[in-house]
């Protein structure tokens, strides 16, 4: 099965597919991920895609396309994914087509988290995550339990991601709305965008999605 999760920055793409991951059994790929592991290790991809990220900016279609095509030869992606973040424009989207076509492969559902842009800028400015497992967490809507203490590996460590702040999260959102959403378009005239409500608490949203993957 090949599952995209779309939805604009803080819509809960990462905190749903960690979620459907579990139990789905699919790899969750997520190039933003990807990109801060490249970003943060200094390789030649990372040295490229940091200023876009840091400005709130697309990186390159041709860096992006480039990870997924190699990503997807892995044997963890045998049996299906799900992409968070991937595709973010018509153009990665077109290549991803043509990448799952010489496999004989296609997209099965395109799940769009459908949120207000008010909403957006408080999710990602109370946006964290645990230092040591990733678990995602936020200062008011979804707090681990213990203050401070991880709760699913018992880290007391958090990080907060760089650009998780206002002003980028504006430049963020703009992007979204020029060149991200033309995808929906794209995927219903291939019949598989499903829509739901990301405005919902994290629960609800994961019986929207798991719904919309049990009719698969
Ligand atoms: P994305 O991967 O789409 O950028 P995240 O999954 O990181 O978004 O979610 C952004 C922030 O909003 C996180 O701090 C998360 O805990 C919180 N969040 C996610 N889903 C919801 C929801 N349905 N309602 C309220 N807060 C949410
Ligand atoms: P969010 O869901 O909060 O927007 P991501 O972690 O998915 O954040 O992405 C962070 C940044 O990484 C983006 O703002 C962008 O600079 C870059 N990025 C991630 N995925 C892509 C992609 N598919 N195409 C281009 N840039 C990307
Ligand atoms: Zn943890």
Do not use: W
């Not at 045998?78 to 990665?92: H, N, S």
């Not at 087509?97 to 296609?106: F, R, S, T």
């Not at 230092?131 to 967490?137: E, I, L, V």
């Amino acid at each position: 099965m090949i599952i995209i999760l779309l939805g604009p920055p803080g819509a809960g793409k990462g905190t749903q597919a960690t979620r459907i991951m579990s139990k789905n059994g699919l790899v969750q790929l997520s190039t933003g991920d990807m990109l801060r592991a490249a970003v943060a290790a200094e390789t030649e991809v990372g040295k490229k895609a940091k200023e876009f990220m840091e400005a709130g900016k697309l990186v390159t279609d041709e860096i992006v396309i480039g990870i997924i095509a190699d990503r997807i030869e892995e044997e963890d992606c045998k049996d299906g994914f799900l992409l968070d973040g991937f595709p973010r424009t018509v153009a990665q989207a077109e290549a991803l087509d043509q990448l799952l076509k010489d496999k004989d492969l296609k997209v099965d559902a395109v799940v769009e988290m459908k949120v207000e842009d008010e909403s957006l800028v408080d999710r990602i400015t109370g946006r964290y995550t645990c230092a040591n497992c990733n678990q995602g967490y936020h200062d008011t809507n979804l707090k681990p339990q213990k203050a401070d203490v991880c709760d699913s590996c018992g880290s007391t460590n958090f990080n907060r991601r760089s650009d998780d702040n206002r002003e980028t999260v504006v430049s963020r959102l703009a992007t979204y709305h020029a060149q991200t959403a033309p995808l929906l378009p794209f995927y219903s005239a291939q019949g598989v965008l499903r829509t739901i409500d990301g405005m919902a608490d994290i629960d609800d949203v994961t019986v929207q999605i798991n719904d919309v993957l049990d009719k698969l």
